[in-house]
Nanobody, 122 residues
Framework: QVQLVESGGGLVQAGGSLRLSCAAS????????MAWFRQAPGKEREFVADIRSSGGVTNYADSVKGRFTISRDNAKNTAYLQMNSLKPEDTAVYYC???????????????WGQGTQVTVSS
């Protein structure tokens, strides 16, 4: 069982940056693939990025590649999403998720946080 709590969301102007954090409680955080998804109003939840358990392999959606960076600190049981060059279309609720497998779909993730709102103004 893993509990996830996101933080770091907020309102930012286009071109700005935010850093999201996902604090995990429970056992064996270092064995989970961690991911970020987002959901804009009226749209389905979509994959943003994931990072393997060791932290050595990452994967990004094309829409955020080169602007977002996912990372993790296994000693702190925390995953991060650094978001730079933010655009209005990045506005969404951002969710942290954990899985024992590697996946880019919501069905591949068993554990989810409550989400944090990111709003990018133009």
């Amino acid at each position: 069982q893993v509990q996830l709590v996101e933080s770091g969301g907020g309102l930012v102007q286009a071109g700005g940056s935010l850093r999201l954090s996902c604090a995990a409680s429970g056992r064996a955080f270092s064995t989970y693939t961690m991911a970020w998804f987002r959901q804009a109003p009226g749209k389905e939840r979509e994959f943003v990025a994931d990072i393997r358990s060791s932290g050595g392999v990452t994967n990004y959606a094309d829409s955020v590649k080169g602007r977002f960076t996912i990372s993790r600190d296994n000693a702190k049981n925390t995953a991060y999403l650094q978001m730079n060059s933010l655009k209005p279309e990045d506005t969404a609720v951002y969710y942290c998720a954990a899985s024992r497998i590697v996946a880019v779909t919501t069905t591949g993730y068993r554990y989810w946080g409550q989400g944090t709102q990111v709003t990018v103004s133009s």
